[in-house]
């Protein structure tokens, strides 16, 4: 035993076995309390010592700082140098729209991100304002920030608890802790010490900061305020947590870099070369190379990519996924592992009376949830005499109740507790009207449900005048007050049956009172009641859950249930919805005892890990990123916050979830269903597929002007386009098919490949080939028409006009081929195109008219009419392009070329 706290600041502080486990008396003296509360002057001396009790505000950037961290990327310098440099060398309108992609880009970002450092004020919202307390033996109210441990806190129905307690007194107290432990029901709470191994949810002497008081009265003395308590650890936490990068980001920097490289080596190296080998002016060299540098940086593609992930939020919006960052909708698209809350999430969190075990019968009890649907089917061949044989469970079931069932526009709602109204559905499905019931059977009196004897009964008087006294409680408690009977079953193995497939259990009783009895009481039920059956209640799965948890392991995304929840309830409803063959399940408790490394070898084989605590649910997170998976991490509570932000993907509950959890995720589920977190992610590989194919069209789009650029400097022949017409090209290419693949829609398998390595490059070996494939077949094609031209005697201005159509109707017909990476796209699906794609057409093609024959276009930009016939002829070569492309998209996919590329 730990001797009393001191009165010294400085004093270390000495801790005793852990408070749950204690003895009130023993917390008491280890803290210096009494149940009479503090003196106000000690109060004041703790409060010096010990500070007050509130957790600490969350440090956040300022909006400035927030905003400028949006440049910090190797591509955005690139850029900004780059439109520098067009705006020296007089390239204004270039340097503008680059300045304003970089712009558009950086306002996004700070919009979608910029409450992100909220979570830990949301946590201190929770922490109630002012607590009664008893100090110098008066009952006063206090503000909360000034309790101190051995204060003794005073709790009623509707009250949050103040700091952490060991309680000293509890009277039918019930709490809600759902934010700690994710448990659907409020705990029973009591006096009484419990195992020092006890895990959160099962520490019922205890009350934790932050939670609600749902029933009952009780008083309990302060053993934690700050950050010392239970919420106040998770706010550390919180604040341990790195934010991490995206794989998107960490691609699109690494890309930055290596290209901003190639380009600055490949200038200087050109610049030398046009000087030194071609005696070029070296102020005409240097303009040339620096406007082709401006032409080869695709600096639309940070615009095209926030577009396309933009896109892609609005559509998991009509999915019932709201992203609050955007990075977050391409993450999505590489998750490997869902660890996922069972309540609620993939259960319907109503729960369902679905076993009736009577001395002579099983019935089971078919639908779920509130509604009063389904049938009653016996185990036997006689469902009549069977449900006949339950009618007293469920007289009993709905007699002793003090909930109703109402219907609204939503469906069946349950006012009072959930397993009564889930007792008031089964009678209704047996056939009884409540209202008829409960006027023929009134109550007479009523022993209210409380946590240390654990039972509820309701005195009636029968339709014939008979005292009858109804009760229902935990099986133990009614068993042992139960008379005896020869004809009586095993119960404890029909409770152990029911606890095997996850179901809480109650029984039911019945006892004849002396004729006239008006008034219960505890005597009544010392022994003598005769016990009719058990039920069997179930929270049941989402029926949509089962199928979105197939379509995940089609996509060989894992899906971890972590919960609260007792492991038999866990393990059950992982069988019912085949989250893994065999599932495995592991405790807080077994978690507690291993490293972080036995942690990391254990955690992929596990299905289920039950009892979890807040420390639990962020080591399993870690560890499955330490194994290299990308984790998805569904929650609602406060509990959830820090591994919501630890994962890759946090996805808070919209409907359930608590403001601290919505504000540490990126994404807000506003269903609390698991089926939308794998639309999500079906979403999310869209994302990633289009951001692919918008990098696959728009790179060799310049690396072919480059290519042909190049060529013209190193061999010493008329450039193929001028400066001027390279911007054009990339100017109205950008503002128009650069934008169109963005709104593609899922190819078809997209759940039926496995998820993306998330060290693989944005540029993997396919699109690389691709990239210099398309580049060399543009940059020939350019060639070929531009020497045509020039060889039947056309002039350099018309040759260069025609290979400024070619890019484009080259460009054109690639997007065709490029909107499906993974299959064909000669089909009629594939001709028709988007309405984004054929708008997109509509306006490059009037463009390019408009650029060819307009006098005004082709005083600034230097070019000449061209006839029919060229015309055609640039059409032809686009079309043989594509074909061209199509039997190599073909010959990869029949060598299987394409899975080892991709």
């Not at 200038?267 to 002016?281: E, I, N, P, Q, S």
């Not at 009858?468 to 005896?484: D, I, M, Q, S």
């Not at 194994?627 to 991490?633: E, F, K, L, P, W």
């Not at 006839?867 to 060598?895: H, T």
């Amino acid at each position: 035993m730990a001797a009393p706290e001191t009165a010294s600041p400085q004093t270390t502080r000495v801790e005793p076995a852990p408070w749950h486990q204690l003895p009130v008396e023993d917390v008491l003296a280890a803290l210096g309390g009494h149940p009479d509360g503090l003196d106000g002057s000690e109060a004041a001396r703790r409060l010096d010592a010990q500070g007050p009790n509130e957790l600490p505000k969350a440090r956040g950037r300022s909006a400035l700082r927030r905003f400028l961290a949006q440049f910090n990327n190797v591509l955005i310098y690139f850029l900004l140098t780059a439109a520098l440099a067009a705006a020296v060398l007089g390239h204004a309108v270039d340097a503008a729209v680059i300045v304003a992609v970089v712009i558009v880009n950086a306002i996004v970002g700070f919009i979608q991100e910029g409450r992100a450092e909220r979570a830990l004020d949301a946590i201190g919202d929770l922490i109630a304002p002012v607590a009664a307390v008893v100090r110098d033996g008066r009952r006063l109210q206090l503000p909360v920030r000034e309790l101190v441990r051995g204060d003794i806190v005073l709790l009623e129905a509707g009250d949050r608890v103040p700091a952490d307690l060991r309680l000293i007194r509890a009277r039918r107290l019930l709490i809600d802790e759902a934010l700690l432990t994710g448990e659907s029901l409020a705990a029973e709470k009591h006096d009484a010490p419990v195992a020092a191994a006890a895990p959160l949810a099962e520490r019922s002497s205890m009350a934790y900061s932050g939670c609600l008081v749902a029933a009952g009265q009780g008083a309990g003395v302060v053993v934690e305020t700050g950050v010392a308590t239970q919420i106040g650890r998770i706010s550390s936490m919180l604040q341990s947590v790195t934010a991490l990068s995206t794989p998107l980001l960490r691609q699109i920097d690494a890309f930055a870099r290596r290209f901003t490289g190639f380009v600055l080596l490949g200038g200087a190296a050109l610049f030398a070369f046009a000087v030194l080998a071609r005696g070029y002016d070296w102020v005409e060299a240097l303009i040339a190379v620096v406007a082709l540098a401006v032409g080869v940086v695709p600096e639309g593609l940070p615009a095209v990519i926030t577009i396309t992930l933009a896109i892609g939020v609005r559509r998991m919006a009509a999915r019932n996924a709201v992203i609050r960052k955007l990075p977050a909708v391409e993450t999505l698209g590489a998750t490997s592992v869902i660890c996922t809350d069972k309540t609620g999430t993939l259960t319907r969190n109503e729960m369902t009376a679905r076993r009736i075990m009577t001395p002579s019968h099983r019935v089971l009890a078919e639908g779920a949830g509130y509604a009063p649907q389904g049938a009653l089917r016996s185990d036997s061949a006689d469902d009549v005499a069977a449900v006949a044989a339950c009618a007293g469970v469920f007289r009993c079931g709905l007699l002793c109740n003090d909930a109703d069932l109402l219907q609204a526009e939503a469906g069946w709602q349950v006012m009072g507790d959930p397993m009564e109204g889930a007792l008031v559905a089964l009678a209704l499905k047996a056939g009884l009207d409540p209202g008829h019931v409960r006027s023929e059977w009134p109550r007479l009196d009523a022993i209210p449900f409380d946590a240390a004897y654990r039972f509820m009964a309701t005195l009636h008087r029968s339709p014939d005048g008979e005292s009858v006294v109804f009760v229902k409680g935990a099986a133990e408690a009614l068993l042992a007050r139960a008379r005896p009977s020869a004809a009586a079953p095993d119960w404890n193995a029909r409770i152990d049956e029911a606890a095997a497939e996850g179901e809480r259990v109650l029984a039911f009783g019945v006892k004849i009172l002396a004729p006239g009895t008006a008034s219960l009481d505890f005597a009544d039920l010392e022994d003598g009641v005769e016990l009719l059956g058990l039920v069997g209640f179930i929270d049941p799965p989402r029926a949509e859950a089962k199928a979105a948890i197939a379509e995940c392991r089609a996509a060989r995304v894992a899906v971890k249930m972590i919960t609260g929840d007792h492991a038999g309830t866990a393990a059950a409803i992982a069988r019912q919805l085949d989250i893994a063959d065999d599932p495995k399940v592991a405790t807080g408790v077994q978690v507690d005892a291993l490293t972080d490394d036995e942690l990391r070898a254990t955690v992929e084989g596990v299905s289920v890990f039950a009892r979890a605590s807040p420390e639990n649910k962020l080591r399993i997170v870690r560890a499955l990123q330490a194994n290299g998976r990308i984790v998805a991490m569904t929650g609602d509570g406060v509990n959830d916050a820090p591994s919501l932000k630890q994962a890759d993907v946090g996805a808070a509950m919209g409907i359930k979830g608590a403001e601290t959890s919505k504000q540490a995720a990126e994404m807000v589920l506003l269903d609390d269903n698991f089926a939308s977190i794998v639309a999500a992610v079906r979403e999310g590989r869209t994302v990633h597929d289009n951001i692919r194919k918008v990098i696959s069209w728009t790179i060799p789009t310049n690396g072919g002007e480059t290519v042909a650029v190049v060529l013209a400097i190193l061999a010493g022949f008329a450039l193929p386009m001028s400066a001027t017409q390279i911007l054009w090209v990339n100017l109205v290419l950008g503002a128009t098919l650069g934008l169109v693949l963005a709104f593609e829609p899922p190819e078809p398998g997209v759940m039926q490949r496995p998820p993306r390595a998330p060290d693989a490059p944005l540029l993997s070996p396919f699109l690389l080939w691709r990239v210099v494939l398309v580049s060399a077949l543009l940059a020939g094609a350019a060639l070929g028409i531009f020497f045509h031209a020039l060889g039947r005697g056309d002039s350099v201005e018309t040759a260069r006009t025609m290979v400024v159509n070619m890019f484009v109707v080259g460009e054109i017909f690639y997007l065709f081929n490029v909107r499906y990476l993974r299959s064909g796209s000669l089909s009629w699906r594939g001709a028709l195109g988007t309405p984004a794609v054929n708008l997109a057409i509509v306006v490059l093609v009037a463009a390019q008219l408009l650029f060819t024959y307009a006098p005004f276009m082709q005083a600034i930009f230097d070019t000449r009419p061209l006839s029919l016939a060229d015309g055609a002829l640039i059409v032809a070569v686009g079309v043989g392009l594509m074909l061209l492309l199509e039997v190599e998209k073909a010959v990869m996919r029949r060598l299987r070329w394409f899975e080892d590329l991709a």
